[in-house]
């Protein structure tokens, strides 16, 4: 069992930044592949970048590939994603998830744990 709580959402002016966090509790958090969603009103949840286990394959949405960066740092049982040259439509809420897997991918339906979300809002 892993639980998860994302933290670092905000309101930001378009071009800045935020560097989301999201602590996971469980010894376990280690052999987890990690990725991260977003959801806007009425919406699906869509993909927006995940890691294996150590942090060495990461995938990216074309949306964000450039601008945002997934990482994580096993010891302090956190993932991270640092999001640079904000746009409005990246206004949403930000999930991150688990996976027992430990690969790390693009579909939801793959993700076993979830968090509760932040909200990111991104003003023009």
């Known amino acids: 069992q892993v639980q998860l709580v994302e933290s670092g959402g905000g309101l930001v002016q378009a071009g800045g930044s935020l560097r989301l966090s999201c602590a996971a509790s469980g010894r376990t958090f280690s052999s987890y592949g990690m990725g991260w969603f977003r959801q806007t009103p009425g919406k699906e949840r869509e993909f927006v970048a995940a890691?294996?286990?150590?942090?060495?394959?990461?995938l990216y949405a074309d949306s964000v590939k450039g601008r945002f960066t997934i990482s994580r740092d096993n010891a302090q049982n956190t993932l991270y994603l640092h999001m640079n040259s904000l746009k409005p439509e990246d206004t949403a809420v930000y999930y991150c998830a688990a996976q027992r897997t430990g690969r790390g991918t693009r579909s939801p339906m793959e993700y076993d744990y979830w968090g509760q979300g932040t909200q990111v809002t991104v003003s023009s």
């Open positions: 890691c294996s286990w150590d942090g060495g394959a990461t």
